[in-house]
């Protein structure tokens, strides 16, 4: 499995971002999908999670209601809206796939599969 996180770029404060992650050498529809992001120096802190069918979406408290998380399980891919961007978003932002459900969607550890990374700056 294979995924592929793109769309990060450099965006002013209040502006808007997003990503997406492809998923390739797999079967997307039986993942759960989550965002996670990361500054130099820090942890690996939980963004959103959607479960398998779409049908529950999660957030952190820092971005809920700026942030949508969305998947197209036909497409084999995971979006991230990013809304009213603000400095404190900028991070790498790394998209991640779990095979087992989401039975803890904000830790990190469960996750199965990880992209790259794209980066994600939000000037002031």
């Known amino acids: 499995v294979q995924l592929q996180a793109s769309g990060g770029g450099l965006v002013q404060s209040g502006g808007s971002l997003s990503l997406s992650c492809a998923i390739s050498?797999?079967?997307?529809?039986?993942?759960?999908m989550g965002w996670f992001r990361q500054v130099q120096g820090k942890e690996r802190e939980f963004v959103s999670a959607?479960?398998?069918?779409?049908?529950?979406?999660y957030y952190s408290d820092s971005v809920k209601g700026r942030f949508t998380i969305s998947r197209h399980n036909a497409e084999n891919t995971v979006y991230l809206q990013m809304n009213s961007l603000k400095p404190e978003d900028t991070a790498v932002y790394y998209c991640a796939a779990d095979k087992y459900g989401l039975a803890e969607y904000w830790n990190p550890a469960v996750y199965d599969y990880w992209g790259q990374g794209t980066q994600v700056t939000v000037s002031s």
């Open positions: 959607i479960r398998r069918s779409g049908g529950r979406t």
């Open positions: 050498r797999g079967t997307f529809s039986l993942y759960g």
